[in-house]
Every structure is written in structure tokens, then in C-alpha cells.
């Protein structure tokens, strides 16, 4: 039924000296943030690991992202329901990747969840996506407990409007991205978008985890032209503003095409343009930790790899 969608796989290349986000779930609390009246950000306590994100109306709530494991799923309702009485009756999935999906099992039935038709395509090989984010779990065994991969209910091939009763939710697939069905739920009344993997702000490198920078670049751009946001809620790491976030991350993602294709031309091995190749004004946000400085730096080895192998041709796989 969906083999004619173009879902494009993360690759699993990693270069020399790769250091993973750690996602695992140990010790994690989701921190809420009120953005806007009704609008939570729910941070978690420890970066890189997930936030997820809330948003309440009149008549129901609509809950971001579902977590890495059911327990994280059942956490993450437990949360909303300290922020209110409105029943959770949508939740969104920003992306594919387990550690955003794996909690939908959490959720009941009377909960309709929403992604990207091309997320949903995505979501057919429950231990491939397990054996991906296990390089994240840095020995934790909590994978073991998913072995369902509840899929959407309802997809969106470009744009969808939610009605929570007096909050209006819209969701965009705006192109590929960080993965080939990245979904932004935004809040228009008060100018936030929860963005997943798709965008985050100033201060941390992009993953472009399928190839094709420039295609990346072009649905950010479609976002800059298209949602009036002020701040983003981004997948992992910290709150910020929308500017300079997105065109940062436009400028890099077309400056280190041209420059490993450049390379690449040339015939500078991939291993030599690691450490060569600028990260064009992408720099941790200030007094972040040593152990986020190395997470930055791997981001942008790796973005440099799967950009290469994207310019060969090679599959993303």
C-alpha cells in the first residue's frame, strides 16, 4: 500500500568516534513549561533526552510525541493530567524514530493519533528501529520492554487542522528533513511550533539522517515563509527562538553540501573533511556542558559522512 511513498531510512553509517544522543529513559521527569495559556513545553530534566510538548483547549487536549518506551508514554500522561482536567484526545508524532513512537502503546484507543503519511510508512520494521535506537540506550535495557509499534490513525500529507474548542492546531509535513516525513505541530495564537528532530534552536547541529542537505534546506525555508512562529519546542535539547535557529541551520546545511561535494570532487577522503570542514557559525549554546560540546561535534562528523555517501549515491541504509 505504501510502497510507492518516498520513505527514505536513516542511514547506519557512523563515523570514527561517533557519540550517540543518550535517550535512555533512566531518570527521566518531564519539567513542564507554560509557554502561552494552555501551551506546555515538557522538558526533560536531562539534554539530550526527549521533550514532548502539551496543548489544552476548550474541550480536549493533544499531546506531542509519545516517548522511547510505554513507561514513558504512561509519564508523559501523567504529567498533562497534573496540568489539566481536559481529556488528552489527539496525540501527534513528529517523526518515525522510536524514541518519539515507542510510547504510543501508552496511549488508549479513545486517543487518535496523528502523523505524516510518509511516518507512518515509515513504521514497518519494529526490530530495525529497535536495533537503531539501541546505540542510544548506552546499556539500558528498557527496548525490551516495546514489542508493539502502534502506527497512526490518521495521516497528513501536507497540512491538517486539529480544534481543540477555542485552540486551533495545525500540522505541517513540510518536506524532508532530519528524516523523509518530519511532521511540525503548530500553535498559531501563540506563535509555537513543537518540531521534533526538524529544526532546533541556535546552538546544536542538524541531523540530516537521510542525505540530501539541500532538499532539508528547502522545506526549512517553506517553514520561515510559511508558520509565523516566535518559538520552538524542539524534540531535544533547550527552549529558544525560532531566529536565529532555522536560518542557522539553512546556512549550514547548504554550506557543508557544497563543501563536501567540493571535496568530494577533488578527492578529499571523507576522514580528512571531519575535522577540516568548518561548522559555519553552529556553536553550543554558552555554558553548556563539555559533554554537549563532543554531542555537537560528532552531529556535524556524521552529517559530513551521510552527506558524502548521499553525493556517491549510496543508499541511506
Known amino acids: 500500500m505504501y510502497d510507492h511513498l518516498p520513505v527514505v531510512h536513516e542511514m547506519s553509517d557512523r563515523p570514527p568516534g561517533f557519540i550517540a544522543p543518550n535517550l535512555s529513559p533512566q531518570g527521566l521527569r518531564l519539567e513542564p513549561r507554560e509557554l502561552a495559556g494552555g501551551v506546555y513545553a515538557l522538558m526533560a530534566n536531562q539534554v539530550p533526552k526527549d521533550n514532548n510538548g502539551l496543548i489544552v483547549g476548550r474541550d480536549a487536549a493533544l499531546v506531542v510525541d509519545a516517548g522511547i518506551t510505554p513507561a514513558v508514554g504512561r509519564h508523559i500522561q501523567e504529567v498533562a493530567a497534573g496540568l489539566t482536567g481536559k481529556p ?112 532546533l534552536p541556535y546552538g546544536v547541529a542538524p541531523m540530516a539522517l537521510i542525505g540530501d542537505p539541500v532538499g532539508y534546506a528547502r522545506s526549512l525555508r517553506t517553514m520561515r515563509a510559511l508558520l509565523d512562529v516566535d518559538t520552538i519546542v524542539p524534540g531535544h535539547g533547550f527552549l529558544g527562538p525560532a531566529e536565529p535557529g532555522v536560518s542557522a541551520w539553512i546556512h549550514y546545511l547548504e554550506s557543508m553540501a557544497a563543501a563536501v561535494d567540493r571535496g568530494r570532487r577533488e578527492g578529499v577522503p571523507v576522514e580528512a573533511m571531519y575535522d577540516e570542514l568548518p561548522t559555519w557559525g553552529i556553536e553550543p549554546v554558552p555554558d553548556a556542558p563539555e559533554p554537549y560540546r563532543a554531542l555537537v561535534r560528532s552531529l556535524h562528523r556524521m552529517n559530513i559522512l551521510i552527506t558524502y555517501r548521499w553525493l556517491e549515491g549510496r543508499p541511506a541504509c
Open 88 to 199: 488528552v484526545r489527539y496525540l501527534v508524532n513528529t517523526t518515525y524514530h522510536g524514541d518519539h513512537t515507542f510510547g504510543n502503546t501508552a496511549f488508549g484507543r479513545d486517543v487518535t493519533l496523528f502523523s505524516s503519511r510518509i511516518n507512518k510508512a515509515a513504521m514497518t520494521d519494529l526490530d530495525a528501529e529497535k536495533r537503531l535506537r539501541s546505540e542510544s540506550m548506552y546499556g539500558d535495557d528498557s527496548l525490551d520492554t516495546v514489542v508493539a509499534w502502534r502506527r497512526p490513525d490518521v495521516v497528513v500529507d501536507r497540512f491538517c487542522e486539529i480544534d481543540l474548542g477555542g485552540r486551533v492546531v495545525h500540522l505541517w509535513h513540510l518536506g524532508p528533513g532530519n528524516g523523509s516525513g518530519d511532521t511540525v505541530v503548530h500553535v498559531p495564537d501563540a506563535k509555537i511550533a513543537f518540531t521534533g528532530n526538524f529544526v
